[in-house]
């Protein structure tokens, strides 16, 4: 071989011998080790010295690191047939250039524990390939870069030696068939090997003067050392090596039993000296030595009697046996050997090696076993073939795998690497015993001040409290995985009896039930069921009234729309208002035994009534020409239905309840234009013929018998559903004399003086003769507000003299067109309530009514009616508490007269900011009957299909939830005819 090849190549190639060597055994020496990290040659070079050739570059070539793989290891081999000697060469991580060529592939991106990963990798195949080298080699060469002992090889010798132990079956049944001796196959390797040890000097031994002690001489210049520092030094590392090895086992009595072994009576440790600052002096002292060497063999045989390796091992060993060491007593001077104060002169290192090489070649083998009985060791020297075949198959089950017949057995050795974990990977272990003792500290963290139950936000937050607890004392590459675990282990101790149920109620308070399950229909409430079986109960409690609001009863914090807004009132009905007439809302009439929610998930028209008129209608409900309008009642009306049906909308013109609840779906959802409903009849004359008609699709007049609406009617559902149950009522308590505005409404609850109901005075024309009306009167249907109205009822005498006091045009026309008007008072109330059942009316957005003596309120109901009244107002008896109390609008009072005047309802209700949409009931636009006290029911709680709009929190604006301005609107009618 003239160049180094990867062991691989050189199994697989076949080798020519000389016939000469071809039968004699071989010496297989391996080198493994670390390289400097400071600029120089590499251990390379070392086998340029012991080959005395030139086969690594000095400072390693790029040729030479491309045919290593990327941050592993690599074997490479020369064989020199003239010695007789097969070296093996390990390059690896612990090469500086192998480490930086790792470092520089991991910088990448590369994650922590891939990282630790990749090392963990590169580590095992270091072992692998190392054990590999002391299954094979005679002796074995480590190389250091400084000259001071590694104790991490400790710890990676017995971490070999008991993987040497547990893979020793796998590998004699892998050379089980090879041509060597009994005793390889049994020890699988050809003998103990022998581990010799080279270090660098690295500059920590300065010696002045050459090779001798000036600074020991001056102190005692009578007593000369014998060895040289470099000498003593070696001597000191050979006895510490050996203590440590001894100590920790690794060397015992008997060789046989041991990984390697070291001799007892022969230099194990060599140190190669630095670079000479005195080239010249260097030279001049090599060939003095070389002059001595040739001056002591004159007595010698002729050098032409031998020839070859046979001629140079001869002149070796008779220098060797006559002058291994050479005597000087000073730099420049010579003496014999052994003088009285001469110091010996330090060998080479192809002396130091070749003495244990040659008891290999002379097949001595080595006596290294210590002890009362030593045991000899087996030993034996192969000749290159049979040495390549167990090379070869110990090749494949080891380090490549790339044979069927062995793929069994290299699967099995790379199983039992797991005894390396503990001796390699010793940052792993202390990282997973840091972080073990972290978890205790975590987990007592994490249960600090807990309740019995607790929510997933508690439980988020104490979980964060133990991983900061947890990453302030944990490190390394197990962090990761014991902080998963902390995960898991709280968890589990979250969910084993301990996880509050997660449901929230309309009012945005949580159950605090641990973990339950609803009971089905039927079923009764089982505790020790796990989990449980339980209703919802937030232990929130307050008092609400009924429809009607004649009777209060407690009730619980509600967790679904079905108890807060039907369950409740439909339990009180049957004690109060059971038995009051009402106006029914349409609900949805199942087709089918089993109907399906509709999903809303799609951009739903406006409300009712919002194109035409605008969520506040204010202006809106007059009519902007009052001169205009014609005379005839019959055009009126046709007008105020052709109005109608361009809002897409039709008005419930029911004078009774019986009327009103008459009607049919498709005109109580305001889908239907064709008909003027149950007064339609009343339109007198011909141009009520002339209104457009629009036959709506079977789509629009009628809605879904199939799918049901899941949430409350608003301005995101889609057209056509209609919920199971209503969250409005609409019920009468008696005639209009049945509320005395003296006294207010007598009802619980009421806070002094605020039960009165506001007045909203109304203008009625009365009906004149067919000259008045040519004269300019209005019409019925004309929108009325007593507010502005110039025809509101006149102080007694103020007419007659306004009209003496008339213009020049005055006179018998002024007193002719003067007419007689009617004045409609109206009473509407805003009831808010609180959680403690006090109520109050409201008299605007930000005041309260207050009546303190007899007479009733002052203040009319214009201003109610012409603003967006808010839904909550903070309650005027708050607690002591710091927590402010809200009342919420439950209830509008409304007082219609028995006169001709249609009181149109229209409530919209916005409880959020935008975009939550706008609730309404129903049944769009209904009118009330004449002659009754009407109460308008609102909602306790609004929700959609997406979840409910909770109430508004402290220090949150109350101005985003409100009841849109316009919900009442007055229109006059005419007389039925006569």
């Known amino acids: 071989m003239s160049v180094p090849a990867s062991i691989g190549s050189l199994l697989q190639s076949e080798v020519i011998e000389d016939a000469l060597y071809k039968d004699e055994g ?27 050739k030139h086969l690594f570059p000095l400072f390693g070539g790029p040729e030479h690191y491309d045919m290593i793989p990327e941050g592993g290891s690599l074997i490479q081999a020369y064989y020199s047939q003239e010695n007789r000697v097969l070296y093996l060469m390990l390059t690896s991580v612990c090469d500086n250039r192998q480490l930086l060529r790792a470092c520089e592939s991991l910088s990448a991106g590369v994650a922590h524990a891939d990282a630790q990963d990749f090392w963990k990798g590169t580590d095992r195949q270091h072992c692998l390939q190392l054990l590999y080298l002391f299954s094979l080699c005679h002796v074995l060469l480590l190389v250091h870069p400084n000259c001071t002992f590694d104790v991490t090889y400790d710890r990676l010798f017995r971490a070999l030696d008991a993987l040497r132990q ?78 440590i090895f001894r100590k920790s086992r690794v060397l015992t009595n008997q060789s046989s039993n041991c990984l390697f072994t070291v001799p007892a009576n022969q230099a194990f440790v060599y140190v190669i000296p630095g670079p000479d600052e005195d080239p010249m002096g260097a030279l001049i002292g090599h060939l003095r030595s070389n002059c001595a060497l040739r001056e002591q063999d004159a007595n010698a045989p002729p050098a032409n009697a031998l020839s070859g390796p046979r001629r140079y091992q001869q002149v070796r060993r008779s220098a060797a046996a006559k002058q291994p060491y050479f005597s000087v007593d000073s730099p420049g001077s010579m003496s014999s050997t052994g003088g009285g104060g001469g110091q010996l002169v330090d060998c080479s290192l192809r002396e130091f090696l070749w003495q244990h090489i040659e008891l290999v070649l002379t097949k001595k083998g080595f006596d290294d076993s210590v002890g009362r009985n030593p045991q000899p060791a087996h030993f034996e020297l192969p000749n290159y073939g049979k040495w390549a075949l167990v090379a070869h198959r110990l090749h494949q089950v080891m380090i490549s795998n790339t044979e069927e017949e062995t793929s069994e057995l290299a699967l099995k050795v790379q199983g039992q690497l797991k005894v390396l974990e503990a001796f390699l990977d010793a940052d792993a272990k202390f990282s997973e015993n840091r972080c073990q003792k972290a978890l205790p500290l975590a987990h007592s963290a994490y249960q600090s001040n807990l309740p019995h139950n607790y929510t997933t936000a508690v439980h988020k937050n104490q979980l964060a409290a133990a991983l900061r607890v947890y990453s302030q004392h944990a490190r390394g590459v197990a962090f990761q995985r014991y902080a998963v675990q902390l995960h898991e282990d709280c968890y589990a101790f979250w969910s084993n009896g301990h996880q509050l149920c997660e449901e929230r109620s309309l009012s945005d308070q949580h159950c605090v039930h641990k973990f339950h399950l609803l009971p089905q229909p039927g079923e009764k409430p089982e505790m020790d069921h796990n989990p449980p079986i339980l209703n919802h109960n937030s232990r929130g409690r307050s008092t609400s009234s009924c429809n009607c609001g004649r009777k209060q009863a407690p009730r619980e914090d509600p967790f679904d729309i079905q108890a807060a807004n039907y369950d409740f009132y439909q339990m009180l009905e049957e004690k109060c208002c059971g038995k009051l007439e009402r106006i029914q809302f349409p609900v949805f009439q199942p087709s089918t035994p089993d109907p399906a929610p509709a999903a809303c998930n799609e951009a739903a028209p406006q409300p009712p009534s919002e194109s035409s008129s605008g969520p506040g209608g204010g202006d809106g409900e007059r009519l902007k020409d009052p001169s205009s309008s014609s005379s005839s009642s019959a055009s009126t009306a046709a007008a105020a239905a052709a109005a109608a049906a361009g809002a897409g909308t039709t008005m419930a013109h029911s004078h009774t309840p019986g009327d009103s609840t008459s009607l049919s779906l498709a005109l109580s959802l305001g889908q239907s234009t064709d008909s003027l409903g149950a007064y339609g009849d009343g339109v007198v004359g011909s141009e009520a013929q002339q209104v457009p008609h629009k036959r709506p699709s079977l789509v629009d007049r009628q809605p879904s018998t199939v799918e049901y609406l899941p949430g409350m009617l608003h301005s995101g559902c889609l057209k056509g559903l209609l919920p199971k149950f209503s969250s409005w009522s609409l019920v009468k308590l008696g005639p209009a004399k049945a509320y005395n505005p003296h006294a207010g409404l007598e009802q619980p609850g009421f806070l002094p003086g605020s039960s009165f109901l506001l007045p909203w005075d109304l203008v009625i024309r009365s009906s004149r003769s067919s000259e008045e009306e040519a004269l300019g009167g209005l019409a019925a249907g004309e929108p009325l507000d007593g507010s502005g109205s110039s025809s509101s009822w006149p102080a007694p005498n103020k007419a007659l003299l306004a009209g003496k006091r008339g213009s020049a045009g005055g006179g018998l026309g002024d007193r002719r067109s003067r007419r007689r008007d009617d004045v409609a008072r109206v009473f509407v109330g805003f009831e808010y309530e ?100 009407w109460v308008l029911r609102f909602p306790y709680s609004y929700v959609t299909e997406r979840g409910p709009c909770y109430p508004p929190k402290e220090n949150q604006p109350l101005n985003n939830h409100k009841v849109l301005r316009g919900i009442l609107r007055a229109t006059t009618t005419s007389p039925p005819a006569q």
């Open 834 to 933: 609180d959680s403690r059942g006090r109520r109050f009316l409201s008299s605007g957005p930000d005041k309260i009514v207050k009546v303190l003596g007899p007479g009733g309120p002052k203040e009319p109901a214009t201003r109610v009616l012409n603003t967006d009244m808010p839904l909550y107002i903070p309650s005027p008896a708050q607690g002591r508490g710091l927590k402010p109390h809200y009342a919420q609008l439950t209830r509008l009072f409304v007082v219609v007269p028995d006169v001709p005047l249609d009181i149109t309802l229209n409530p919209q209700v916005q409880p959020g900011p935008p975009p939550c949409p706008i609730f309404y009931p129903e049944q769009s636009e209904i009118i009330l009957p004449p002659d009754g006290l």
């Open 166 to 243: 547990k893979i020793l079956p796998l590998v004699r049944a892998a050379i089980k068939d090879c041509p060597v001796s009994k005793e390889w196959k049994l020890n699988c390797r050809p003998c103990p090997p022998r581990l010799l040890f080279v270090f660098h000097m690295n500059g920590t031994l300065k010696v002045s003067g050459g090779n001798g002690d000036s600074s020991a001489g001056a102190i005692n210049p009578d007593k000369p050392k014998k060895h040289s520092p470099r000498r003593r030094l070696q001597h000191a590392l050979e006895d510490q090596i050996y203590r």
């Open 26 to 52: 071989l010496c297989v020496l391996g080198i493994f080790g670390k390289s400097s990290m400071q600029p120089g040659p590499p251990k390379e070079s070392l086998l340029n010295t012991l080959a005395d």
